[in-house]
């Protein structure tokens, strides 16, 4: 089976850095996505790793280990519409490139 | 319109009612998927179309009854709930890639939030 751990929640202050781990187990590895969900609103993609190491887009990085089944999204000078929940998702080849999501880090952003 | 919209946005039902929910994706993907989202709960996968056809049937009671008439719409038939059954419904859809899945995650609607009394 597949099982995603992420810290439940996270306090950082507004200008400084912030990083989000998440580990993960699954049979058939075949990517891994960030999302972000604001309170009541639906989650929208954030980035995407299928291969060792970091990803940058922006203010966003994602990093990926596969031999240690560990991710980490890693922002930077935070706004205070960074708070948020922040989901890691995983994807499995086996039956059908199934999507798993873990249960979110919620992110509060302070002045 | 653009996107995944859902609706309506928000439905109280009875536990004897019968409703629908409905999504439809302006993207032109292939997969579409619903998904449940309780409070403090990872999101819960329960259907998946790719191509029009059902591959996922995440156990999920027979009280929830998914169609998918075409590759841009999606229902999700609702009879005789449960309370445990309220929660935020949400559809997405994703361009699926025959050999290596989706690579641009998915999108996802606003959400359905269900009540039922």
């Known amino acids: 089976g597949q099982n995603i751990d992420q810290p439940t929640e996270m306090t950082a202050t507004e200008g400084a850095i912030v990083q989000i781990n998440c580990t993960y187990q699954t049979s058939g590895f075949n990517g891994l996505f960030w999302y972000q969900q604001h309170a009541g609103e639906a989650p929208t993609f954030l980035s995407y790793?299928?291969?060792?190491g970091l990803e940058e887009k922006g203010r966003f990085s994602s990093f990926l280990s596969r031999s240690k089944g560990y991710s980490y999204l890693l922002l930077k000078e935070l706004q205070m519409k960074d708070s948020a929940s922040y989901l890691c998702?995983?994807?499995?080849?086996?039956?059908?490139?199934?999507?798993?999501f873990g249960a979110g880090t919620r992110l509060f952003v302070k002045a | 319109e653009t996107g995944v919209t859902q609706t309506p946005r928000h439905l109280v039902m009875g536990m004897t009612n019968k409703k629908s929910l409905k999504c439809e994706q302006h993207l032109g993907h292939n997969a579409m998927y619903w998904y449940k989202q309780s409070a403090k709960k990872p999101l819960e996968l329960m259907f998946v179309?790719?191509?029009?056809?059902?591959?996922e049937n995440n156990s999920v009671p027979s009280r929830f009854s998914p169609e998918c008439p075409n590759s841009s719409h999606l229902f999700l038939h609702l009879h005789t709930l449960q309370p445990e059954d309220s929660a935020l419904y949400l559809c997405a859809s994703s361009q699926v890639l025959p050999r290596t899945g989706e690579l641009y995650g998915y999108t996802f609607g606003s959400g359905t939030r269900l009540t039922v009394v």
């Open positions: 179309y790719n191509f029009k056809e059902q591959t």
């Open positions: 998702a995983v994807r499995d080849r086996n039956g059908g490139f199934k999507t798993i």
């Open positions: 790793n299928v291969l060792d």
